[in-house]
């Protein structure tokens, strides 16, 4: 295993265990073994290498911004869900499919709000339609389309440009 896909499972298994809230040898083994098999599936060898100097260290200034931006948005994306669960927000006639435009994202960021979509509750990519450049998400309320495309691309231009574009 060289050091990148060493570098990204450790990652991947910290990111887990902050998840589940343990730290526990067995939860961080359960974590590295489910990050090896996600670092497996879904190789970033495709993509462009990361820059190296200046902006290798700018988007690493950046990043707890990110971090803090993605903890918020699960956290209030839990508490939606569970309003919905509990009946205090939107019905589930309204969940449906919404179309949100990739924009200047590079893969690598495609890749990222992809993968943010699918962790926030409420919301799952379904498809990334390349040639259209768009990515299909579904969204327990997508009463408002527009502006779950909005949230979309305001969390990447804020948050996420910075450290992947």
């Known amino acids: 295993m060289n050091h990148r896909i060493v570098a990204q499972v450790l ?39 990361v ?14 911004r990110f971090a803090w931006a993605l903890t918020v948005l699960v956290v209030k994306s839990c508490l939606q869900v569970l309003g919905i669960i509990f009946g205090r927000h939107c019905r589930a006639d309204h969940a449906g499919v919404v179309e949100v435009p990739m924009g200047e994202r590079t893969a690598r960021g495609v890749q990222v709000s992809s993968w943010i979509m699918s962790l926030a509750p409420g919301t799952v990519l379904l498809e990334l339609d390349w ?5 299909r998400m579904h969204a327990l309320d997508a ?23």
Do not use: K
């Open 11 to 49: 990652a991947l298994a910290l990111l887990y265990a902050l998840m589940v809230g343990s730290f526990h040898p067995v939860d961080l083994a359960l974590g590295a073994v489910l990050a090896t098999g996600v670092v497996r599936l879904f190789p970033l060898a495709g993509l462009p290498p």
């Open 51 to 64: 820059v190296g100097g200046r902006e290798a260290w700018r988007r690493t200034r950046h990043l707890p």
């Open 131 to 135: 040639e259209r450049r768009v990515m």
């Open 143 to 165: 009463s408002n389309p527009d502006q779950l495309r909005q949230q979309q691309e305001h969390f990447y231009q804020h948050y996420q440009r910075a450290v992947f574009p």
